[in-house]
């Protein structure tokens, strides 16, 4: 266990429709990222962020955004879903500054399913 | 793209040989970091090496890098069933004005049959 919960752990829904999931960081720590994991597109970071402001931004989409609140917990919004943001979505976090230096704790991430 | 490369893609072993995994980059890095991912699971950090170093152990895990070559390999030592798993090398570069980006490779399944 790594200390790090994403909810729900499963989402099925249709496309066009708007889902948020959500992230809790391991106790302490300040840094969040978000990543997608697919089939054909293997994993990508989508976006980190540091004691609530954006630090670094990878291939996410328009459509997605993402936010990290005062507790620290963070959501990523996906909005007018199509078929191929299917994925599984992780979360991960770690202590430092977030340039990718210090080692990431990954969440079980969130299966999405888009019909 | 800066995306690493992992060679073989696929690799079975029987229990006690050693593995050996490949991963290629493109340009200049920050660092290279190897991460462990049990089916359908979250990733595991095994290790990472920074662009002045050039060998890194933690256990039975050994990693090399080269950045004359812009690669890294990653030798697990004295295989176990419980080492199958997904393999993937992750790239760390600057992007300019003090932001970093991280990449991932496509991954090496490994197979250890007991």
């Known amino acids: 266990d790594s200390g790090v919960t994403q909810t729900p752990k499963h989402l099925i829904t249709a496309t066009g429709q708007r889902v948020t999931l959500r992230c809790s960081p391991r106790s302490g720590d300040l840094s969040v990222y978000w990543y997608q994991q697919s089939l054909d597109q293997g994993l990508q970071f989508l976006i980190q962020y540091y004691n609530g402001e954006e630090r670094a931004k990878g291939n996410i989409l328009e459509r997605f955004s993402a936010q990290q609140f005062p507790d620290l917990h963070s959501e990523l919004n996906l909005s007018s879903l199509e078929l191929g943001d299917s994925a599984l979505y992780f979360c991960?976090?770690?202590?430092?500054?977030?340039?990718?230096?210090?080692?990431?704790?990954f969440g079980p991430g969130t299966r999405l399913t888009v019909l | 793209s800066q995306q690493g490369e992992e060679d073989p893609q696929a690799l079975s072993i029987q229990e006690g040989e050693n593995a050996t995994m490949n991963c290629s980059y493109k340009t200049s890095i920050n660092n290279l970091q190897w991460y462990r991912q049990n089916s359908g699971r979250g990733l595991v950090h095994l290790i990472l090496?920074?662009?002045?170093?050039r060998e890194k152990h933690s256990g039975r895990l050994r990693v090399t890098l080269d950045t004359s070559k812009k690669s890294s390999s990653l030798l697990i030592t004295a295989s176990r069933a419980a080492d199958t798993a997904s393999y993937f090398c992750a790239t760390v570069y600057s992007s300019g004005a003090g932001s970093y980006q991280l990449t991932f490779g496509k991954g090496t399944k490994l197979s250890v049959i007991p």
């Open positions: 090496i920074r662009s002045n170093e």
């Open positions: 991960a976090s770690s202590t430092g500054t977030g340039r990718f230096t210090d080692t990431q704790y």
